[in-house]
């Protein structure tokens, strides 16, 4: 592909990007991947340079864009060599006109930077939230030790016990160590989230909002494949995916629960006051994993935002039925609001007077509210809210 015809890609993978955050389409890697599939011209330097021309736009660009053109005349703004693509020759976009419309830069949609301010993130801290994340791995303990793994490359210890640093794009799932299972590809940020639990062999742990297990893999890892783990989901397809990633880090079958929306006691009745500790890794806007997906600022509305927040109350509820006496409750979301962080806990101690919060000591992240948050700029992972919290004897 000519460099004219790698931009006028990125446009129209962009449109379709915006429109699919406008009608809760899929994610922009589905769809580059769909892309260039249907484009088997492109080389793997094509599709490098459009991948990384399409997301320079979307994280410089704060509000939804009204075309892929208009973000990507963004881009041209401030770079010479970018703007003189546009030369309308074969494949190319067309010259830019004086009266264009360019989309806005920003960190988010106006109502998002407010709420992130309000919740103390701004400035630098706001800005770190679109940067380029490194790659974690986890030490599965089960199989390995961080101190004695051989790896084709060194990596750099995290405050998480058994994390490792290698930089954005190092291919760790060709090493022969992730084929056998003794790493797991897992953010430090997640790493200490699990951690927090505090998982010991022999305990009844729940992950009540499990998804593929990549949390409840760590868990596992913990309790040293001894004891009762339940990993538990509303969502059949995630949970479906666990069993396969437990079989390769040698985990014993887990038991999963498939819950109903509203009723996720249902399925839990014998578990009922039994359970040593439960992590509830709730759905969330994820405004600390935009590293990833910046593009997920651009899908979120102040309407879902309420959803996810009434969503993660019942869950803590949910959990508090489940902890035994004297148990614990580790509360945890990939967002740096305030509303899905420490205003959930308050609202929760509220509701639970017999309950208290637990400090945390992790090694990272600075308290907030009756938890601890993690964030991009000061502990370099993705952005967290923990808490835990004791059941009354
Ligand atoms: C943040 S994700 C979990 C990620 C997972 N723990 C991991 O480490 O990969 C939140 C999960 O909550 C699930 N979920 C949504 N509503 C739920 C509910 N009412 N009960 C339990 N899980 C729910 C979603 O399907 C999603 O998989």
């Known amino acids: 592909m000519t460099p004219q015809a790698r931009v006028q890609a990125a446009i129209e993978i962009l449109d379709a990007v915006i429109a699919a955050a406008r009608s809760g389409g899929p994610s922009a890697d589905r769809i580059i991947a769909d892309w260039f599939r249907t484009r088997r011209f492109a080389g793997s330097g094509d599709r490098r340079a459009v991948r990384d021309l399409a997301y320079g736009a979307i994280r410089a660009c704060g509000e939804v864009p009204v075309s892929g053109r208009a973000a990507m005349l963004h881009l041209a703004q401030d770079d010479a ?188 009745v014998d578990l009922a006051g039994k359970a040593d500790a439960v992590l509830v890794d709730a759905p969330c806007s994820g405004t600390g994993t935009w590293r990833r997906n910046p593009e997920a600022r651009w899908r979120l509305t102040p309407h879902e935002l309420a959803r996810l927040t009434a969503i993660q109350s019942r869950l803590l509820d949910v959990a508090a039925v489940l902890v035994r006496p004297g148990g614990r409750l580790v509360f945890v979301t990939c967002s740096l609001l305030d509303a899905e962080g420490a205003d959930q806990v308050a609202g929760f101690l509220a509701r639970h007077s017999a309950w208290q919060a637990v400090p945390l000591d992790l090694g990272a992240g600075t308290p907030r509210g009756h938890g601890l948050r993690l964030d991009p700029l000061q502990d370099t992972t993705d952005g967290f809210f923990i808490a835990r919290l004791a059941a009354p004897w």
């Open 81 to 268: 060599a970018l703007a003189a693509l546009f030369d309308g020759s074969r494949h190319a976009p067309l010259p830019i006109a004086p009266d264009e419309p360019v989309a806005a830069g920003g960190i988010a949609p106006a109502w998002l930077t407010q709420r992130l301010a309000e919740s103390g993130i701004a400035g630098a801290a706001a800005a770190a939230l679109l940067a380029r994340a490194p790659l974690d791995v986890r030490v599965n303990t089960l199989k390995a030790r961080r101190d004695a793994l051989e790896l084709p490359l060194p990596g750099e210890p995290l405050a998480a016990p058994q994390g490792l640093r290698f930089a954005h794009g190092t291919p760790v799932e060709q090493w022969q160590a992730f084929k056998d299972g003794q790493i797991e590809v897992q953010d430090g940020g997640s790493q200490l989230a699990c951690a927090a639990v505090d998982a010991a062999p022999g305990e009844t742990v729940i992950d009540l909002c499990a998804g593929a297990g990549g949390k409840t893999l760590a868990l596992a890892a913990d309790m040293a494949g001894k004891g009762r783990l339940i990993a538990c989901d509303t969502d059949r397809a995630r949970l479906s995916r666990l069993a396969p990633r437990a079989a390769r880090a040698g985990v014993p079958p887990i038991d999963t629960r498939l819950l109903g929306p509203g009723r996720e006691l249902d399925a839990l």
